[in-house]
C-alpha cells in the first residue's frame, strides 16, 4: 500500500512538472492538471471534514470535558452544509452566515489578538541585551515614522520609510528564500520515496 501511494505520488509530481513547467501536451492537458490538483484539494478537504466530524462526535459520545462545544461546533457545520446544499454558496442564506456569524466571529478573533500580540512585544521589547535593545528603538521608530508625525517629520519619516523598504525586506526575502528551498527539498524527497512519515 505505501509503494502504490509512493508511486502515485511520484507519478503526479511528474505530470505537474511535465506539463506545468516543461509544457509538455499543451494547454488541454495543463488544463486537466489543474483540474486534478482541484479535485485533490477537495478530496483533502472532505477527510479534513470526516476527521472533524468524527473527533467531536466521539467527544459528545463521550462526554468528554467542552463536549457542549463540540455538540455546537457539529450543528453548525451541519446547518451551514445544508443551506449550502439547499441554495448555492453564494445564495441568501449562506451570505447571512458569512455577514452576521462569520465575520464578527473574525472581528472578534482579530480584536484578541491584538491584545497578545502587545503582550508578546512587551516581552520582545525589553532592553535587557545590546540586541534587545536595537529591536526596540527599531520598532519605535518604525512605529512613529507610520503615524502622521512621520509625516510632519520627514527626517523619520524617510528613516522609517527606509529600515521598512531596505533592511526589512532584505530580511524578508531571505525567509522566503529560505522556506522555499526548504519546501523543496521536502517535496523531492516525497517525489522520491525518501520521506514516509505521512504514510503513518
Not at 486534478?36 to 467527544?59: D, K, Q
Not at 455546537?72 to 448555492?88: D, I, M, P, T
Not at 502587545?118 to 532592553?127: C, G, H, K, L, N
Request: charged share 10%; glycine share 16%.
Amino acid at each position: 500500500m505505501q509503494k502504490a501511494a509512493v508511486g502515485l505520488g511520484t507519478a503526479a509530481a511528474i505530470f505537474v512538472l511535465a506539463t506545468h513547467l516543461l509544457g509538455l501536451g499543451g494547454s488541454g492537458l495543463a488544463a486537466q492538471g489543474d483540474r486534478a490538483v482541484i479535485a485533490t484539494y477537495a478530496g483533502a478537504a472532505l477527510l479534513g471534514l470526516c476527521n472533524l466530524g468524527g473527533i467531536h462526535l466521539r467527544r459528545v459520545a463521550q462526554r468528554r470535558r467542552g463536549w457542549a462545544y463540540s455538540l455546537l461546533l457539529l450543528g453548525g457545520l451541519a446547518g451551514y452544509g445544508a443551506v449550502v446544499l439547499a441554495q448555492n454558496p453564494q445564495g441568501p442564506g449562506a451570505e447571512w452566515v458569512f455577514l452576521h456569524v462569520l465575520s464578527p466571529l473574525y472581528a472578534t478573533m482579530y480584536g484578541l489578538v491584538a491584545f497578545f500580540i502587545t503582550s508578546a512585544a512587551y516581552r520582545a521589547f525589553r532592553a535587557r541585551t545590546p540586541e534587545a535593545l536595537i529591536l526596540l528603538l527599531t520598532a519605535v521608530v518604525v512605529m512613529v515614522g507610520e503615524t502622521p508625525l512621520g509625516d510632519q517629520w520627514r527626517v523619520l519619516g524617510g528613516f522609517a520609510g527606509w529600515l521598512l523598504h531596505i533592511p526589512a525586506t532584505g530580511a524578508y526575502r531571505a525567509i522566503q528564500i529560505g522556506a522555499t528551498l526548504g519546501a523543496l527539498a521536502t517535496g523531492l524527497r516525497v517525489v522520491l520515496g525518501m520521506e514516509r512519515a505521512h504514510l503513518g
